[in-house]
């Protein structure tokens, strides 16, 4: 018995070390996942994600092709073949715009958010309507103190058009891509009514409606004067000139104040990237002038219309220099699409003496219209004439319409309205 449990161990032990399990065969690794996706309908969800996969593939690029005329007009520029390639070209079109202000020929102009300080003003008003049938959103921001709601109430009905009573003394809060400052009394009648006033609406104005630019990344364009000039000592003036102003005489509240504004706007745009521009504007005249406001061209047609004397101060030989308000308007728009940040000069050229302009309303009103001297008012210039050599070359702006042309449009504005035939006028303004 024991040589046969010998026997056994030593067989169990041979049959243990001479044991080897059967190969694996090699094309069961390949049917292994093909059980798996047959398993539970993958297969199905499979080919059903890949068809859905294709479609929104081949209509995408179909889809992406409506936008073709606005995003991809490069072969009109000769830039198809240069190093431009290589960036894709919605990009470059998008910082085209960004960095020029300006939409390239050919495309698609999208209309932008611009709020408009003043908008019910005189200047301001003329400036909306050429806003609104460019196609932009305009809101209009005015206290009422010379603007008027009937400058633009054809507006009202206008779902791009909106107007907030607000004083720009105060902050204001709006998401806008431009901002056009106007607000503030332009006439000496009004801007010597309340001096502090007109000082505070120059700098806190201009200080809020710069910090908004700051804030929400707006274009701010501010609308000077060219009495930043004061009575130059230089003739014409041009935009290097300092000027000669009296710090404090009776209309340095006004010329001192826009002086601080302008200083204002260089240091946003030195210090904090404020991206802005400055127009120094003179004499202006046309239809939706305030009646009786104290300059000379609102007051010699007014005077004329109601048959009195045409009110001349000193000796009539300060010279001034008159554009139509269409033609400030344009330089503006110009101004502010354009890449320089100024200041420029905006006027016209072509000097009148006071005796010449009452002259010119005579022949335009009333031949038989008198002329009556008074003493005159201090610290009146005796000499306003820009040089707009720079408004040429860089903007490529100059006034067009002649004195002797425009004259005629701002009179049958203040004859109807002075005569009280305001839905006339309401026309004959909105047409100009």
Known sequence: MGSELIYRGHETQTTAVTYSPKPAKPWLRMTRPIRYLLREQ???????????????????????????????????????????????????????????????????????????????????????????????????????????????????????????????????????????????????????????????????????????????????????????????????????YWGNVNPIGVRSCYDEGKRTAETLTMDYHRGAGVEVRIARI?????????????????????????????????????????????DLVEGLMRLMEGEHVGPFNLGNPGEFTMLELAEVVQQTIDPNAKIEFRPNTEDDPHKRKPDITKAKDLLGWEPKISLQNGLPLMVNDFRQRIFGDHKEGGATANAS
């Open 42 to 240: 993958r297969l199905v969800f499979v080919i059903v994600g890949i068809a859905i996969a294709t479609i929104i593939f081949t209509l995408l690029p179909s889809s992406s092709s409506k936008h073709g005329p606005i995003y991809d007009p490069m072969t009109q520029y000769g830039m198809i073949g240069t190093s431009f390639e290589t960036v894709p070209r919605r990009v470059r079109i998008d910082e085209r715009i960004m960095s020029t202000g300006k939409v390239p020929l050919g495309l698609k102009r999208k209309g932008m958010r611009i709020v408009v300080t003043g908008g019910a003003g005189f200047v301001g008003s003329h400036l909306v309507d050429r806003l609104i049938a460019r196609g932009d959103s305009v809101i209009v921001v005015d206290n009422f103190f010379t603007g008027r709601k009937e400058n633009v109430m054809h507006h009202f009905n206008n779902p791009r058009f909106e107007l907030i009573r607000h004083d720009v003394v105060e902050p204001l809060l709006l998401e806008v891509d431009q901002i056009y400052h106007l607000a503030c009394p332009a006439s000496p009648v009004h801007y010597k009514f309340n001096p502090v006033k007109t000082i505070k609406t120059n700098v806190v104005g201009t200080l809020n409606m710069l910090g908004l630019a700051k804030r929400v990344g707006a274009r701010f364009l501010l609308s000077s004067t060219s009495e930043v000039y004061g009575d130059p000592l230089q003739h014409p003036q041009v935009e290097t």
């Open 282 to 326: 003179f004499n202006t005249y046309g239809p939706r002038m305030c009646i009786d406001d104290g300059r000379v061209v609102s007051n010699f047609v007014a005077q004329a219309l109601r048959k009195e004397a045409m009110t001349v101060y000193g000796d009539g030989k300060q010279t001034r220099s008159f554009q139509f308000v269409s």
